[in-house]
């Protein structure tokens, strides 16, 4: 059968980088599973059990050569992975064969594994999270202080500028660095704990000797590139760490999808609008059309990380005891495709920020079109200034607002407030400062402002690990 003519999930045939498909893939995870191997016989040689030198050096030689045929074989026989994969490289190991695994049970390999895929999903999500964020702080940088429309209840609202919306965005995406990180900086290894994490069997190889025993646990733990083990565990590591990666990557998804979701509104309005190839083609029937097919697939997916989160939720809920292994199957599709999704969203939002298209004539004609209305109050201060009565002034801007609402609504014109305002003697003391009393940069208070200190005080410091990654471009795929 070729590769047509079965399902491929298409967050690996379709959409997921490189690294990231490859940190998930069978031989990421087998050959860290031969690594795992090799770190516990050179942790027990070191701690004075019967393992030699030439047993370590025949695991090391073949570390990365897996004869997955067999592997296959060894498990339709065994119906059981890991001990497939033992025999498999004792296979190729004959003299190390004796002590391949001594001691661990299967968690031993599977969790620890996990844990490190886990590690380096984020270690690859982190450097492509940072360069979004640095792309949209040089677009709210750049766009600080251009008046727009802003909208509340999808409202036409007072003035806010094309930046600080951007900054809006920008706190979210902070918040998920932070909490990223931190899920990161929080996993620890699962260790050398034995089948229900009492030890026991290593405190049998050491003779009872407990100081072995956690010297052991520390050196893999060491070997593998972690600072800490879980102290305690079950069989499994606990399944509320999975809770807490996926959760992160889950409210990353929301934190997207309210971006791109945002987006779309915008480029409906035709002030903002995603890059748009050359050649690209929008609709297969109207070839006008320019969709944002780009913002529409980060929303797809993020939909698709947001319902992740409850596969982990349920299952560290169902965990019986020291563990049931009704988690095995859930977590083999949840914590790739969470990670997978996470990526791919990621560097299509990447892709986005770093040619997002802004009509500034456009988002100027919006404004025109409802600044009128909104700077009803300053021409109302303004006339009271000039000696008015504020009432007399609020009931006289009152009546030609709504004159010219019907214009707009019922007879389908322009705004023509303004035009009504001058042609009205009472207003006559102030005509000269209409010009200013209408400017719209006026009406965006301290927007610049905002955008300036938050960039300098919170965005750019969040940065500063991720330099050397920050200039790096993607191609993506459409």
């Known amino acids: 059968m070729d590769e047509f003519s079965k399902y491929r999930s298409p967050l690996v045939s379709r959409y997921a980088s490189k690294e990231m498909a490859y940190n998930f ?9 031969r690594k795992l191997w090799i770190y516990l016989a050179k942790a027990e040689k070191a701690l004075g059990l019967p393992v030699t030198d030439a047993q370590v050096t025949e695991m090391e030689s073949h570390a990365e050569d897996i004869d997955f045929a067999m592997a296959a074989e060894e498990e339709s026989k065994l119906r059981h992975d890991v001990m497939a994969h033992v025999h498999t490289f004792a296979h190729c190991c004959p003299t190390a064969a004796p002590i391949i695994h001594l001691g661990a049970t299967s968690c031993y390999v599977g969790d620890n594994t996990d844990l490190i895929l ?16 640095d792309r949209l702080s040089n677009f709210a940088e750049k766009y600080a202080g251009l008046p727009t429309l802003g909208f509340t209840h999808y409202q036409p609202a007072q003035l806010t500028t094309v930046g600080k919306r951007a900054c809006l965005w920008l706190q979210d995406l902070a918040m998920d660095m932070r909490n990223l990180r931190r899920a ?20 049998q190889l050491f003779q009872g000797d407990h100081d072995k025993v956690e010297d052991l646990d520390r050196m893999v733990t060491e070997m593998a590139g972690f600072k800490k083990a879980y102290m305690v565990t ?23 999808h309210k971006i791109c ?15 748009f190839e050359k050649e690209q083609i929008g609709s297969s029937a109207m070839a006008y059309k320019r969709n944002p097919m780009r913002c529409e697939r980060c929303c797809s997916l993020a939909r698709h990380l947001i319902a992740l989160l409850a596969d982990p939720l349920q299952t560290a809920s169902v965990q019986w005891l020291e563990r049931t292994l009704d988690d095995s199957a859930n977590r083999r599709i949840s914590l790739p495709e969470s990670f997978l999704t996470a990526d791919i969203i990621l560097s299509t939002l990447q892709n986005i920020t770093e040619g997002l298209v802004v009509y500034p004539k456009v988002i100027e004609r919006h404004i025109r079109h409802e600044l009128p209305f909104m700077a009803t109050e300053n021409i109302i201060m303004a006339m009271v200034k000039a000696g008015g009565n504020r009432q007399d002034c609020h009931e006289k ?8 609402a019907n214009v707009v609504k019922q007879e389908g014109g322009d705004n023509d407030l303004l035009a009504r305002v001058q042609a009205d003697p009472y207003f006559a003391p102030i005509l000269g400062h209409l010009d200013n009393i209408l400017d719209p940069k006026t ?22 690990p991720y330099k050397a990654e920050i200039d790096v471009k993607i191609e993506l795929e459409l």
């Open 25 to 33: 893939s069978d031989r990421k995870k087998f050959t860290t599973w």
């Open 118 to 133: 886990l590690r380096d999903g984020f270690d690859i999500l982190l450097p492509k999270l940072a360069r979004v964020i």
């Open 443 to 464: 009406f965006i208070g301290r927007a610049p402002q905002q955008v300036a200190r938050f960039l300098s005080e919170e965005v750019r410091p969040l940065l500063e």
């Open 234 to 256: 079950g069989q499994t590591y606990s399944r509320k760490v999975d809770i807490d990666s996926l959760s992160h990557l889950a409210s990353m998804g929301a934190t997207i």
């Open 397 to 404: 801007i009152r009546v030609l607002s709504q004159q010219a």
């Open 261 to 275: 979701t945002d987006i779309r509104l915008l480029a409906n309005l035709k002030e903002v609008e995603e890059p």
């Open 184 to 203: 990161r900086e929080d996993l620890r290894f699962r260790g050398v704990k034995g089948t229900t994490g009492t030890q026991a069997s290593f405190l």
